[in-house]
Every structure is written in structure tokens, then in C-alpha cells.
């Protein structure tokens, strides 16, 4: 198996990565929301644009 940041060998310790870097970098995208699974459930779609409404500061008039 290799890693699945940098495809070098997994080392026993940080699988399925390769080092604590790469595992480290794996985090910060699950985070970030560098990762997401996309839906089409209109639920969601409602949800999210809800949350994005609520994360815009208002327009200055």
C-alpha cells in the first residue's frame, strides 16, 4: 500500500500514510474542507445555502 499524499511506502506507525507529515496534511484538507462529498439531496442543497447566508456579513447600504 502506498501513501495516499505522496505515494512513497506507508510506514507502520502512520497508516495509511507514509509520516506523521503526511498524515498532518490529510487532516488539514478534512478541515479546511479541501474534502467533501457531493449531494444532490435537496435538503442539503437547502441547508447549505441556509449556512451560507448566515456567514455573510450584511451589505453596507
Request: a negative charge; one cysteine or more; glycine letters at 4%.
Given at each position: 500500500m502506498s501513501c495516499?499524499?505522496?505515494?512513497?511506502?506507508?510506514?507502520?506507525?502512520?497508516?495509511?500514510f507514509c509520516?506523521?507529515?503526511?498524515?498532518?496534511?490529510?487532516?488539514?484538507?478534512?478541515?479546511?474542507?479541501?474534502?467533501?462529498?457531493?449531494?444532490?439531496?435537496?435538503?442539503?442543497?437547502?441547508?447549505?445555502?441556509?449556512?451560507?447566508?448566515?456567514?455573510?456579513?450584511?451589505?453596507?447600504?
Amino acid at each position: 500500500m502506498s501513501c495516499p499524499i505522496c505515494a512513497k511506502q506507508t510506514d507502520k506507525a502512520y497508516r495509511p500514510f507514509c509520516s506523521r507529515r503526511c498524515a498532518d496534511l490529510d487532516l488539514g484538507k478534512w478541515l479546511t474542507g479541501a474534502y467533501a462529498v457531493p449531494s444532490q439531496d435537496p435538503d442539503d442543497i437547502e441547508e447549505a445555502a441556509r449556512l451560507g447566508t448566515e456567514d455573510t456579513p450584511p451589505k453596507p447600504h
